[in-house]
């Protein structure tokens, strides 16, 4: 009885001095903003795509995508959200996998494992809807903050069965991915490059991926146009400006913080007034329209830092009123779905003398403008001034620093920062105001 009391002495204590298991969540860890039916949108340094969609209009047939993403926080189980939203007829989906990258369209040996939906392999989408996977085990995961998976990214792979119709994409995904030829049929399960040999720089069908992790980290959910999607920075480098807040956040804070991504580029706060897969918009449909998609409904959200309203004035001649008047509605909606929430506002960066469009004074006037309201307003929690971060104060432009293309090369077109600015502008963020904590 005594050597039986030991043991379970010897057992017990360091169970006991381990505490209390850690509660497992959800956070969403990955997000691309669906935003339109292919080809309508703004992609950067896209290839050509008439071998992959000969006919747009139709989408994919039989063919198998490759969608590579960087999850911000990992955990030994994920899910992920496929997308119909802006499709006009059901799609169904088999032979899903989720692989660690190894390079390119490759995954590493072992790593692939199968996805299902509901207990099956199979799904069908219906036109406006979209399906969260079943949880995936990850085992390569062997510890949360193993620091050698930071930075790694995730092969999501999917089989579109038969003609999907007009495809649900992310048009500017500043990251290769890969697909087959159309008619090359379900090849998700293997493990090599060679049934992907045709590449995209856009996100299709996959909008969402969250990881199971301990304890419940505090979702940033970064939201806006083309400036946070991140145009002309680099291709596959991870270099828009929320990216370089989710370095500094991990850095100082370790995975308490988790950072995702919801800009479009070309969106708008208020325009276009309709949208729909019959009357889409390059932009994507307005701010307000896709809250609760885009915000509302991640897991863990606790803080948004929305940076929007230069495509209101420049391509579409809003008034400064008008956006205003946005940001008031949206930020209401968020307080009123999100109690608690915290929502920070970015000032705008210049555009003087870029586009046609969004180069005129009269739209720097508003810009402006609406810059002292967004400064001033009791509206927010606090005010993130990009724009100090990247004026240059003796012309009114961007810094000519910030102004070379970091993508595509060239000279840039005083619209949207290089990858300079965008360092700048993730560098300009008090961690401890958005966090309300001291850093480590």
Do not use: C
């Not at 399960?189 to 069908?205: K, R």
């Not at 885009?294 to 809003?318: R, Y």
């Not at 400064?320 to 968020?334: S, W």
Request: glycine share 10%; no cysteine; charged share 20%.
């Amino acid at each position: 009885m005594k050597r039986l009391s030991l043991l379970l002495a010897i057992l017990v204590v360091p169970l006991l001095a381990s505490g209390p298991l850690q509660a497992q969540q959800w956070v969403a860890s990955w997000t691309g903003s669906a935003h339109g039916p292919y080809p309508v949108g703004n992609p950067t340094a896209q290839p050509e795509l008439k071998f992959a969609f000969p006919v747009p209009a139709e989408g994919a047939k039989d063919q198998t995508f490759r969608l590579i993403v960087r999850p911000d926080v990992w955990g030994q189980q994920v899910r992920f959200r496929l997308s119909n939203a802006f499709g006009t007829k059901p799609v169904t989906f088999d032979g899903a996998y989720v692989g660690l990258q190894e390079s390119g369209s490759a995954v590493v040996a072992g790593t692939n494992r199968p996805a299902t939906f509901k207990g099956q392999a199979s799904i069908t989408v219906a036109a406006g809807e979209s399906v969260v996977s079943d949880p995936v085990v990850l085992p390569f995961v062997r510890s949360t903050t193993d620091p050698l998976l930071r930075g790694r990214k995730l092969a999501i792979s999917f089989h579109v069965a038969g003609d999907s119709g007009p495809m649900t994409w992310h048009a500017k995904a500043l990251q290769t991915s890969y697909v087959t030829p159309p008619g090359a049929g379900s090849k998700g399960l293997g493990e090599g490059e060679s049934a992907f040999p045709l590449s995209t720089t856009s996100w299709y069908f996959l909008d969402e991926v969250d990881m199971l992790v301990p304890n419940q980290p505090k979702l940033i959910v970064t939201f806006g146009d083309s400036i946070t999607d991140g145009t002309a920075t680099t291709i596959n480098g991870d270099d828009r400006w929320p990216d370089v807040l989710s370095r500094r956040l991990h850095a100082a804070y370790g995975d308490d913080f988790v950072v995702v991504n919801q800009g479009i580029g070309g969106n708008q706060v208020v325009g276009p007034a309709e949208y729909s897969p019959a009357k889409p918009f390059a932009g994507g449909p307005n701010a307000l329209s896709r809250l609760d998609r885009d915000i509302t409904s991640l897991p863990g959200v606790t803080t948004v830092i929305w940076l929007e309203g230069i495509n209101d004035f420049g391509s579409a001649d809003a008034t400064t009123e008008a956006v205003t008047e946005g940001f008031t509605k949206g930020v209401a909606h968020l307080r009123q779905k999100i109690p608690g929430v915290k929502i920070y506002v970015g000032t705008l960066t210049s555009a003087l003398n870029s586009t046609p469009t969004h180069g005129r004074p009269e739209v720097d006037a508003r810009r402006k403008a609406l810059n002292d309201f967004l400064r001033t307003s009791k509206l927010f929690d606090g005010v993130v001034d990009f724009d100090g971060a990247t004026l240059n104060v003796a012309t009114g432009e961007v810094k000519p620093e910030f102004q070379p293309n970091s993508s595509t090369g060239g000279l840039g077109d005083k619209l949207h920062p290089n990858r300079a600015g965008y360092a700048a502008m993730g560098n300009a963020i008090d961690l401890s105001t958005i966090t309300g904590r001291s850093p480590r």
